[in-house]
């Protein structure tokens, strides 16, 4: 539907996916937006591709976003960032983590990692965003933070004021963690305004 | 305006649930963790009022919240779509006993097998076990239908059936907190054996009373507030119920909508009216045909899963496309990519294992558990699994239908958790009737594919405290095992000779591998000391890289590049280790002959 926003979330078991989709979430709710979340546990845990899927508005019914109507990618591995190419159409926007994991057949040497692998998404025409969240999340002193570096650059393209999300992050992040939290989202923010 | 306040909770389908279990008054509550029901009670043994625990298995489970029931007081049991196939035979005759405290049983289907064996569609379990089934389709519903079903329960003198999919436990969305109710029954003994004692003379009563009953049901579900019919344009009318729900709503967002929210039993007469009311009906529904067939039989036209599919779940493109194929977008093709299905953690102990079956000539009748993923390549290890605790009875099937032929080839492997599910009983046949395979207990102490939940042999109930730990070797001798061995599997090469000379005896034997899982919590506390490659001595021979750790990496060089970094010329490449990742467990460094891995500390 047209009046509801779609948020991909996707990237490799382990990356902190579920907790940069939720502060996402919790700051669309927070700006009295209706939202649903779907998400994967159990087995695609284990390292495999997982997603989450947000999608937000005046009142959401299916928690699922339909192939061809992500507005918004966040992408936490570059392959793992084309892997979802049939859920974007020619205006989503695309913000990648520039970092690679190697998938199992890559790491044993059956298969390489695909080359300039972000092209399969720029050649239609889609905007993509690099950044370069594990070098910046180094820089504010915590590598765990990364995933909040991609809030942050995912925060300038949402009609969100950064007020509520630094109220997340003061409100739903445990104290001795707030503040490198919160370099990390201003960090992201920067990357992408 | 914020959506979320005091009494507006941002929470998954499996939190709203074990919410609504609080708030309806349950006392006590049994379940086996299994994906997607597992955060239920999980987050139900954080409300302090309600007894949690984890049974076993999902028969133990329910037969718990039946003694529960009849004890006066409201009871839940949970277990995933599988699991009840294990309670089955305490369900069907609880049909015939009735309740006394309110009893709500609940299924937590897995449409697309995100994380199971197969996707049955447990809605036919109503109609089989005679049986109401309530289906909400989102969290906020979830929580307030399950107290309608504590309250069905107690009114109908019926169990409850509760079915959610994955797309409603692992949704999240807003829930309203609501009223804290109490079960209209008296906590007691209270002796009633015509209704509690199923023997023959009294089941055929009883027989009688669940027909009685079923037509009661029958007229509530014609009355009741949760089948509701949603106005809008009679062209094209719909009648759905769970998830389904959700997608109808915005592929046809103009139409005219019967949602069930009990799909068992059927109002016959609403839908009846609602069909003649509308030009053209459909039926949209997940996995089977269940209303459909229901519907039909009544003699009411009606198009279902000739247009939308019985396979994997549904979303609102497929349910739009499937009745307008001309309104589907054009998608933008996949990209070609190298797969990354899930993997063992870095550190596993499972993978030292499963490392030495990839070496021999076995067939390895494998489980369902993490180490399932013993399958992938590159170990490629495990030749069967179809279901909780078949790893041991299937290995000894093999046995007998193969005799000398099999002798020396079957190695069975099953987790601690599913051993003690439903392994036991078949160890217990394997001593009985003399098998020669091997059996492998894979014990690392926790039930770790689900989240880390606990068993009785953690040492620790559903709440974390201390509790009884079986001793697994006493077990197996107990029952019978003469050679019973306990291997690490992070040492490889001892693990690899205690297998060999297990699998060589004549006799039934037991391997126990054991080494604690990575992500429990005492683990991940440790200090991390990883390992690195000594890069000036790694000669290429990819010993390392064939355990399959997703902290090593392959890196493939071209001959200049291997002279130009003083390598043979003819190396094909080295192997690198991913200090991030690697959890010290030293797997690789066994298999090393080079010695070219290694740590901090022993340089």
Redesign the interface.
């Known amino acids: ?1 047209s009046d509801t926003g779609n948020i991909l979330f996707s990237g ?2 382990g990356q902190g996916i579920l907790l940069a989709s939720e502060v996402t ?2 700051a669309l ?21 997982v997603t989450a899927q947000l999608r937000y508005g005046k009142k ?5 976003i ?3 109507s992500a507005d918004i990618q966040v992408a936490f591995e570059m ?2 960032a ?2 979802y ?2 859920y ?2 020619k205006d989503s926007k695309v913000i990648v983590n520039s970092q690679k994991i ?13 080359e300039n ?1 972000l092209d ?1 998404i720029s050649d ?1 025409g889609i905007h993509v965003v690099t950044v370069d969240a594990f070098d910046l999340a180094a820089e504010v002193g915590e ?1 765990k933070t990364a995933n909040v570096v991609m809030v942050g650059a995912l925060s300038t393209f949402l009609s969100v004021d950064v007020s509520v999300y630094e109220e997340v992050i003061n409100t739903r992040v445990p104290e001795r963690f707030r503040e490198v939290n919160l370099k990390a989202f201003a960090a992201g923010r920067k990357v992408s305004q | 305006m914020s959506k979320l306040s005091d009494q507006s909770l941002w929470m998954s389908g499996n939190e709203a649930i074990a919410m609504g279990a609080s708030e309806a008054g349950v006392k006590v509550a049994s379940g086996y963790p299994g994906t997607p029901s597992t955060e239920i009670m999980e987050n139900l043994s954080t409300y302090g009022e309600v007894y949690t625990e984890w049974a076993p298995n999902e028969k133990v489970g329910l037969e718990v919240a039946i003694g529960a029931s009849f004890a006066g007081v409201r009871a839940l049991a949970t277990m995933k779509h599988v699991g009840v196939n294990v309670a089955a035979d305490p369900l069907f005759t609880a049909s015939y006993t009735g309740v006394r405290g309110g009893l709500v049983v609940l299924t937590a289907d897995d449409p697309e097998m995100h994380s199971s064996q197969n996707e049955q569609d447990n809605r036919n379990y109503a109609y089989h076990s005679k049986l109401p089934m309530i289906e909400p389709s989102d969290p906020a519903e979830a929580k307030d239908m399950l107290k309608e079903g504590f309250r069905l329960s107690e009114e109908f003198d019926t169990p409850v059936l509760f079915r959610i999919t994955t797309r409603i436990a692992h949704v999240k969305g807003v829930v309203d907190r609501g009223e804290m109710e109490q079960s209209s029954v008296t906590k007691g003994i209270e002796k009633v054996p015509a209704k509690f004692v199923m023997l023959p003379a009294n089941a055929r009563n009883r027989r009688k009373v669940v027909e009685e009953r079923m037509a009661k049901l029958i007229e509530f579900a014609e009355t009741t507030g949760i089948n509701r019919v949603e106005e809008g344009d009679r062209k094209r009318g719909f009648i759905t119920s769970g998830v389904s729900y959700l997608y109808v709503k915005e592929a046809f967002p103009e139409a005219a909508v019967f949602k069930l929210g009990m799909c068992w039993p059927l109002p016959e007469k609403k839908i009846r009216e609602f069909a003649d009311s509308v030009d053209e009906l459909f039926v949209v529904e997940e996995l089977d045909p269940f209303l459909e067939h229901h519907i039909k039989s009544m003699g009411i036209n009606c198009r279902g899963k000739e247009l939308i599919t019985n396979q994997g779940e549904l979303n609102t493109a497929i349910v739009r496309g499937s009745i307008d194929p001309a309104s589907m977008p054009t998608l933008f093709e996949p990209a070609q990519l190298p797969m990354r299905p899930p993997n063992m953690c870095a550190g596993c102990p499972h993978r030292g294992l499963f490392y030495n079956l990839s070496k021999l000539d076995v067939f390895v009748s494998g489980d369902i558990g993490c180490y399932t993923l013993g399958f992938l390549p590159p170990l490629s290890a495990m030749d069967s699994c179809v279901c909780m605790g078949a790893a041991v009875t299937i290995a000894h099937g093999m046995d007998k239908a193969l005799g000398e032929e099999g002798k020396s080839k079957l190695v069975s492997v099953i987790g601690d958790s599913t051993f003690i599910h439903s392994g036991v009983t078949g160890l217990i046949n394997s001593v009985y009737n003399e098998s020669s395979s091997l059996l492998v207990i894979l014990d690392n102490r926790i039930t770790a594919m689900t989240g880390q939940q606990n068993n009785p042999l953690s040492g620790y109930n559903i709440k974390g405290e201390a509790a009884n730990t079986i001793n697994l070797e006493e077990l197996c001798r107990a029952v019978g095992v003469k050679h019973v061995d306990e291997v690490n599997p992070h040492e490889v090469k001892e693990c690899g000779r205690v297998v060999r000379e297990a699998l060589e005896r004549d006799e039934f034997s037991v391997v126990i591998s054991r080494a604690p899982c990575v992500l429990l919590p005492e683990m991940k506390k440790q200090p991390h000391n990883p390992y690195s490659t000594v890069l000036e001595n790694c000669n290429g021979c990819k010993a390392c890289v064939k355990l399959g750790c997703p902290a090593i990496s392959w890196q493939a060089m071209t001959p200049e590049e291997a002279k130009a970094k003083g390598y043979r010329e003819k190396q094909k490449g080295i192997a690198l280790i991913n200090e991030v990742q690697c959890n010290g467990c030293g797997q690789c460094v066994e298999l090393c002959k080079f010695e070219a891995i290694d740590r901090e500390e022993e340089k």
Do not use: I
């Open positions: 539907m490799v078991g979430a919790y709710l927070a700006a009295g937006f209706d939202a649903k979340k779907s998400e994967v546990h159990g087995m695609a845990q284990r390292g495999g591709s959401v019914y299916s928690p699922l339909e192939p061809g392959m793992e084309a892997r190419l049939p974007l159409h190697l998938p199992p057949a890559v790491a044993t040497g059956q298969t390489e990692y695909p692998v399969v239609q590598v």
